[in-house]
């Protein structure tokens, strides 16, 4: 069983259309992690999240932590195929700051 | 160039051959974590380590052997790999700063095949 609940699996969308993609648990974290991998590459880092109710945005892409801290959103606004890629969010726990655990991944493909 | 470095990027081995990654950070970056990735479950915490001769158990440590004798690298050892262990490997490294938040940087992961 995942810590970390990602919604959803897979995602296909228009170029310029918006996406949504949900992290979900019933833990509560420290900080959130969003990191988007591309195919034969390490993941890389997009964004951190600490304080309940925060919202980071970075160009079109916006993040958002749940005021329980138990939830995270990514939200892209008129995606591009550049954008296409797999999400996946990191939780740290409250228990552990050393250990991070990860969402199952959401693949994002945009069609040109 | 920052990076983390990972070898070899592929391997093909056969059941209970011991086997050495080799994980390496020029950084000088306080924590590093080992992952497998695996469709479907998404990466998984082998074992970290907070600083040198400091390593804990991650979430799947069950085969896995490590060791950080110093700090720039953190070796993931096999010491009799099984098919279930057939996975995509990554090393990573960060250097902790406000409470639970650390940008980790990734090695550019380890196919492994064992057979």
């Known amino acids: 069983t995942q810590l970390l609940e990602q919604s959803p699996q897979f995602l296909s969308i228009q170029e310029g259309e918006n996406l949504t993609v949900y992290c979900n648990s019933s833990s509560v974290f420290s900080s959130l992690q969003w990191y988007r991998q591309e195919p034969g590459e390490g993941p890389v880092l997009l964004v951190t999240?600490?304080?309940?109710?925060e919202v980071k945005k970075l160009k079109r892409l916006t993040f958002q932590f749940g005021d329980a801290r138990k939830d995270s959103s990514l939200h892209i606004t008129a995606a591009q195929p550049g954008d296409t890629g797999l999400y996946l969010c990191a939780g740290v726990a409250r228990s552990n700051d050393y250990k991070l655990s990860f969402g199952a991944g959401t693949t994002v493909t945009v069609r040109a | 160039e920052a990076q983390v470095t990972q070898n070899p990027r592929y391997l093909i081995t056969v059941t209970g051959k011991k086997l050495t990654v080799t994980c390496s950070q020029n950084m000088n970056h306080e924590y590093m974590s080992w992952y497998r990735q695996d469709p479907g479950l998404g990466l998984r915490q082998i074992y970290y380590s907070m600083n040198v001769e400091v390593t804990d158990k991650g979430d799947v440590p069950e085969g896995y052997k490590v060791s950080r004798k110093e700090k720039r690298n953190f070796p993931l050892i096999l010491e009799s790999p099984s098919p279930n262990q057939t996975s995509l490997y990554f090393c990573?490294?960060?250097?902790?700063?406000?409470?639970?938040?650390?940008?980790?940087?990734f090695g550019p992961g380890t196919r492994l095949t064992v057979t």
């Open positions: 999240v600490v304080t309940g109710g």
């Open positions: 990573a490294s960060s250097m902790p700063r406000q409470r639970g938040a650390y940008e980790q940087y």
